[in-house]
């Protein structure tokens, strides 16, 4: 998977501050409502909130997961039958706790009276529904949305529950304003969904699909959640309000330090690991480690130094507090590591390790019982100090384990054989769903007879393909003559004549209209030859999470891929300006199936669903940069596939070099709607790509480039007119017959 640097920390930025705000929040809220309540009454308040928290975390069965993975599969129904189950869950739960507090009006024991067993249950739904909603938000792309619901929560969460208290001195009127506060973020998170997910017509989803991809990680997550949250509730059946009061403020302080793994682990899961190679994976499982390592490090001692000199001042009556965080801290840190492990095997789908993780920190937690008994408050921190490190190591453990999993199973591997395992078993990601889709292909040429008879005469093999569809921008006398032959003996080949030269990217879109329905779409390039079949290429493309597929393209004897690259920024483009093309020249010398950026047009494999929702091609580019701007929209719907198998020869430029003056031109006015459309908006994309075609200018003027100097003062004075009447040049239109 290529992501670049930049993106990788913005997004890491964006996560840090969706819980950054809210962790100062609640902090906030936390202390406040400490020193108005005192001891008992924040006992009750963090009973509530904690068992809530533990009870929504157990229940939500991580839909999130099944969701993002239907939508990234292009089913959007998905979402639909998902917030159906989750309102089942929501009313199951709550129905039960009210229930079961009328039956038992002296309630469960110790701190958990009847009224109290029932605000946890109302609080256990409002927070599986949050969960379930803003998770599934954040793993789409939303990182802005779920950012803003998280720090709306707090935010309201602390305006309302502070002066409530203040009014009252009671701990009910805060845990009102918290429901309150968790209702609004949910209902925010709905809506950005409602915006994010587009309605389809296709087939209504497979539940069971979604709840089979959700439900190891869940196992996971629900012993995580165990260990993080049994120690308060145990506290309070067996110690009372007052303990936990004050325990639940150390916890407080402590759990600060998990803020960047809470951070680091959403990114993980953002990444999709599945779509990376077991190399690309472990670098950046090694990356955010150490990342974690040094900034929890660095809050930890921060923490430690906050609680020995503020909290003596700020809450006098909670003693021993400052104790209870130094006891704490040493199991936190260890944890937030077991945290980035997990989220690494939930992504994965690697269902063994996180089912192993899950009933591992389930078992420890019972650990608690002994601990607080003998103890109290200082015997629950010393409890998860103790298990928390324990957990640790065993999925450290674990993950060594996971590494051979993810190597066996990581797409593009070769399955095992004989003795060492079952080859469709292994391959099981890859081979799912195998059988050929109907697949349509579409060729957009222009005077390319000489190329696309071998293209045609390739394409004739294989019996996968449904339609073939030229669309000939140059009316050409011999591509009209060509095709007119060889549909005697193919009836799938269709030949249409726009009559103008309509470019690339309506010329596909001309195609795609007159073919008939089909599963997939593959644009061909006239001067590309496949020798495998497309129909297999859209099957493997079907049964994984992407939404576009190429496979490697090579030219002559170069074995090399000339079709994959990483995105373009505008750092690659001022090297493109200077070097050509071997500023991405990196990706050609990669090996292995993965995700990258953008694929070339001269092979491309979408789903008809997909490239609907996508609105086709952009026909504002009239020649190049439209694969790239697909591309890059369909980043929010499962990326780029890149299978590294021979899939054709290229030969590249064959359109080009019959019209290479209008070409070269078109060329630089697309990456100029480009910039100003994906680089920086209409502002910053339109200083960038000014600078990028004075820098290109000045340096193929001063190494003398064969497209001549006419042609190049041409293509700098059309790019200017454009940048300052967007959408104003048409370079295609009127171009010689």
Same mark, same amino acid.
């Given at each position: 998977m290529n992501f670049s640097r930049s993106e990788d920390l913005r997004k890491i930025g964006n996560l840090l501050a969706a819980r950054a705000v809210p962790m100062i929040a609640s902090i #906030? /809220?936390?202390? %406040?409502? $400490?020193? =108005?309540?005192? !001891?008992? @009454?924040? +006992?009750?308040?963090?009973?509530?909130?904690?068992?809530?928290?533990?009870?929504?975390?157990?229940?939500?069965?991580?839909?999130?997961?099944?969701?993002?993975?239907?939508?990234?599969?292009?089913?959007?129904?998905?979402?639909?039958?998902?917030?159906?189950?989750?309102?089942?869950?929501?009313?199951?739960? #709550? /129905?039960?706790? %009210?229930? $079961?507090? =009328?039956?038992? !009006?002296? @309630?469960? +024991?110790?701190?958990?009276?009847?009224?109290?067993?029932?605000?946890?249950?109302v609080g256990g739904a409002l927070t599986l529904a949050n969960l379930a909603v803003l998770r599934t938000v954040q793993g789409l792309g939303g990182h802005l949305e779920f950012r803003n619901a998280l720090i709306i929560q707090a935010v309201l969460y602390l305006v309302t529950a502070v002066p409530l208290t203040l009014w009252t001195r009671e701990a009910l009127p805060a845990i009102l304003a918290w429901m309150v506060s968790s209702l609004v973020s949910t209902v925010m998170g709905l809506r950005a969904l409602r915006a994010t997910v587009p309605h389809s017509d296709g087939p209504v989803a497979d539940v069971g699909r979604m709840l089979r991809r959700s439900l190891p990680g869940h196992l996971g997550s629900s012993g995580q959640q165990l260990l993080h949250s049994g120690d308060v509730v145990i506290l309070g059946a067996l110690a009372g309000s007052a303990a936990v009061g004050t325990y639940s403020i150390a916890a407080a302080m402590a759990g600060l330090v998990w803020l960047v793994s809470e951070a680091l682990s959403l990114a993980t899961f953002d990444s999709g690991v599945t779509t990376r190679s077991v190399k690309e994976d472990k670098a950046l499982y090694r990356r955010y480690s150490l990342i974690h390592l040094a900034a929890a490090t660095v809050a930890a001692g921060c923490v430690l130094v906050a609680s020995f000199t503020l909290i003596p001042l700020i809450l006098p009556d909670y003693e021993g507090l400052p104790i209870l965080v130094a006891i704490l801290l040493p199991g936190v840190l260890a944890q937030g590591q077991a945290r980035l492990a997990l989220a690494r095997f939930t992504t994965n789908g690697d269902a063994r390790a996180a089912s192993a993780v899950g009933v591992s920190s389930a078992v420890l937690a019972i650990g608690y019982v002994p601990f607080i008994a003998s103890g109290a408050t200082v015997g629950a921190a010393l409890g998860s100090s103790v298990l928390y490190i324990t957990q640790t190591v065993i999925v450290l453990f674990i993950s060594r384990r996971h590494r051979s999993v993810l190597q066996d199973t990581a797409p593009g591997s070769r399955p095992k054989t004989g003795a060492g395992g079952d080859a469709g078993q292994a391959f099981e990601s890859v081979a799912f769903n195998t059988a050929a889709p109907s697949v349509a292909v579409v060729i957009v040429a222009f005077r390319s007879a000489m190329h696309l008879e071998a293209c045609l005469?390739?394409?004739?093999?294989?019996?996968?393909?449904?339609?073939?569809?030229?669309?000939?921008?140059?009316?050409d006398v011999e591509t009209e003559r060509l095709v007119h032959r060889l549909r005697d003996g193919d009836p799938r080949l269709q030949l249409v004549q726009p009559g103008s030269n309509l470019g690339f990217a309506r010329g596909c879109n001309l195609g795609v209209a007159r073919s008939p329905s089909v599963d997939y779409i593959?644009?061909?390039?006239?001067?590309?030859?496949?020798?495998?079949?497309?129909?297999?290429?859209?099957?493997?493309?079907?049964?994984?999470?992407?939404?576009?597929?190429?496979?490697?393209?090579?030219?002559?004897?170069?074995?090399?891929?000339?079709?994959?690259?990483?995105?373009?920024?505008?750092?690659?483009?001022?090297?493109?300006?200077?070097?050509?093309?071997?500023?991405?020249?990196?990706?050609?010398?990669?090996?292995?199936?993965?995700?990258?950026?953008?694929?070339?047009?001269?092979?491309?494999?979408?789903?008809?669903?997909?490239?609907?929702?996508?609105?086709?091609?952009?026909?504002?580019?009239?020649?190049?940069?439209?694969?790239?701007?697909?591309?890059?929209?369909?980043?929010?719907?499962?990326?780029?596939?890149?299978?590294?198998?021979?899939?054709?020869?290229?030969v590249g430029g064959a359109s080009f070099e019959t019209a290479s003056s209008s070409a070269f031109t078109a060329l630089r006015i697309s990456r100029t709607r480009y910039f100003r459309k994906h680089l920086g908006g209409r502002s910053a994309g339109s200083v960038g790509a000014g600078f990028v075609a004075i820098v290109e200018w000045l340096a193929r003027t001063s190494t003398r480039q064969g497209e001549g100097q006419a042609t190049r003062n041409r293509a700098l004075r059309l790019q200017w007119r454009e940048l300052r009447r967007p959408q104003s040049v048409i370079v295609l239109e009127g171009a010689e017959e």
């Open positions: #906030a /809220t936390t202390f %406040i409502t $400490a020193a =108005l309540l005192g !001891p008992a @009454g924040r +006992g009750q308040l963090a009973i509530v909130v904690s068992t809530s928290s533990l009870v929504g975390a157990l229940t939500f069965l991580s839909l999130h997961v099944g969701m993002v993975d239907g939508v990234r599969r292009g089913d959007s129904h998905v979402v639909r039958r998902g917030l159906r189950c989750l309102g089942i869950m929501c009313g199951v739960v #709550a /129905t039960a706790a %009210i229930v $079961a507090s =009328l039956v038992s !009006p002296q @309630g469960l +024991g110790g701190s958990f009276t009847s009224a109290t067993v029932g605000l946890c249950g005469a390739a394409l004739g093999n294989d019996d996968s393909i449904t339609a073939i569809t030229i669309v000939d921008n140059s009316s593959v644009f061909l390039n006239p001067d590309t030859v496949p020798t495998k079949s497309l129909g297999h290429l859209a099957a493997l493309l079907r049964s994984s999470t992407q939404a576009i597929a190429a496979g490697r393209l090579v030219s002559g004897s170069d074995a090399s891929a000339v079709n994959a690259r990483p995105l373009p920024t505008q750092g690659r483009e001022i090297l493109k300006a200077l070097l050509g093309a071997r500023a991405y020249g990196s990706e050609r010398s990669r090996r292995g199936t993965r995700n990258v950026g953008q694929v070339d047009g001269a092979l491309l494999v979408i789903s008809s669903a997909d490239l609907h929702d996508l609105d086709g091609f952009d026909d504002r580019f009239e020649l190049y940069y439209e694969d790239v701007d697909l591309c890059n929209r369909a980043l929010r719907i499962g990326g780029c596939l890149f299978v590294d198998e021979v899939w054709g020869r290229h």
